[in-house]
């Protein structure tokens, strides 16, 4: 059975530019929840555990991913 999605704690929240993320949405862009950046390209917005092309972790999720799960914050 597939371990439950993790909602973010305080401390990993991190607000983004709107555009910046309908731009990572559209373009399939993932979030690395170590890096807080979106770090990865081909990741679809529901994506989540994929490899972050800059640190190696298995930490990316998909844009909207992201935002369900309280990574980031659109302001
Ligand atoms: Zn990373």
């Known amino acids: 059975m597939k371990e ?6 305080l401390d ?3 607000e983004v530019a ?3 993320y309908q ?5 399939y862009t993932g979030w690395c929840k170590v890096c807080k950046e979106f770090t990865r390209g081909s990741t679809e ?3 989540e555990g994929y490899d972050c092309e ?4 298995k930490e ?3 844009a909207e991913q992201a935002l ?8």
Request: with cysteine.
């Open 4 to 9: 439950r999605a993790k909602i973010a704690r």
């Open 12 to 14: 990993e929240v991190v």
């Open 18 to 20: 709107e555009v910046d």
């Open 54 to 57: 800059v640190c190696g972790e």
């Open 68 to 75: 369900l799960l309280g990574y980031i914050v659109p302001v």
């Open 60 to 62: 990316v999720v998909g």
């Open 45 to 47: 917005p529901d994506a």
């Open 23 to 27: 731009e990572a949405v559209d373009s």
